[in-house]
Nanobody, 121 residues
Framework: QVQLVESGGGLVQAGGSLRLSCAIF?????????MGWYRQAPGKQRELVAG???????NYADSVKGRFTISRDNAKKTMYLQMNSLKPEDTAVYYC??????????????WGQGTQVTVSS
């Protein structure tokens, strides 16, 4: 069974920074393919914040370009989201997502449990 565990959320003032982490745990993991960070604010749909391929290619939502940076450490099976110049509209529950290849089972998509980010004005 594969588990994605997020950490690093919290309360921060506008203009501040936070760094989210997503660690992947599980047996018989062959590889971790595309990964991404999503967020969902109250009353809104879940949206993609940033994505990163197995080769390190990245893409960002227009609303976070220039402020957020996604990265990954394949050896540690961990993904990060560095969030700078945070705004109140960044307040949301942030989820990590990954396509994980598990031996015998094949590739499946997994979600973390979410971590709350609150930006005060």
């Amino acid at each position: 069974q594969v588990q994605l565990v997020e950490s690093g959320g919290g309360l921060v003032q506008a203009g501040g920074s936070l760094r989210l982490s997503c660690a992947i745990f599980g047996r018989n993991i062959v590889s971790i393919n595309a990964m991404g960070w999503y967020r969902q604010a109250p009353g809104k749909q879940r949206e993609l914040v940033a994505g990163i391929t197995s080769g390190g290619g990245t893409n960002y939502a227009d609303s976070v370009k220039g402020r957020f940076t996604i990265s990954r450490d394949n050896a540690k099976k961990t993904m990060y989201l560095q969030m700078n110049s945070l705004k109140p509209e960044d307040t949301a529950v942030y989820y990590c997502n990954a396509d994980v290849w598990v031996a015998i089972s094949g590739v499946s998509n997994y979600w973390g449990q979410g971590t709350q980010v609150t930006v005060s004005s």
